[in-house]
């Protein structure tokens, strides 16, 4: 795809080769969140396993003049609640000298056109509660809170029915 007529713009799915720059993407998304630390073997096993199973979900990522300027991740599950399958927006991330450039709402937009052409009934994101510039951004784009509260069980982490020594940062 050619975004907008940025004739050196092109949105289009991600490939094995494109591991590490997804990896040093996570790397600085993570690096900002408080709930992820960045760990690159676990970055990159797991965009491995998404864009080796399509039917899983897709990394689509944004190009200008040939370099890798971001990504959008989308996993596929299906919604009881929508009778039909729906999307989690897992990153979408661009390179901090690219932001504020479009490229954001460009990839969003992609998505966006995407759920509505595989008929995908909603997509759900989750951004960190005090980043105000995130939510003001999905807002603009149509995406509005929702009453849920979204809770973690980390089986691998010590988890316990009271919370103690949970490692999920809370």
Do not use: C
Not at 43 to 65: C, D, S, W
Not at 117 to 128: A, G, M, V, Y
């Amino acid at each position: 795809m050619n975004p907008g007529g940025m004739s050196d713009t092109r949105i289009e799915p991600a490939t094995v080769e494109d591991l590490p720059d997804l990896a040093e993407l996570l790397h600085d998304l993570f690096s900002k969140e408080a709930d992820f630390r960045p760990d690159q073997a676990k970055q990159m096993r797991g965009l491995k396993m998404i864009i080796e199973a399509p039917n899983k979900g897709r990394i689509f990522v944004l190009r200008h003049t040939g370099r890798l300027l971001g990504m959008i991740n989308l996993l596929f599950t299906i919604s009881t609640a929508e009778g039909g399958s729906v999307i989690i927006l897992e990153d979408l991330i661009i390179r901090q000298e690219h932001r504020g450039s479009g490229y954001g709402a460009l990839l969003l937009e992609y998505a966006m056109d995407f759920a509505r052409q595989k008929d995908f009934q909603r997509i759900t994101l989750l951004t960190d509660r005090l980043d105000e510039p995130a939510k003001h951004f999905f807002h603009q784009h149509g995406f509005h809170e929702s009453g849920m509260v979204p809770m973690r069980w980390l089986p691998h982490r010590g988890n316990s029915p009271t919370g103690e020594g949970s490692g999920a940062g809370i």
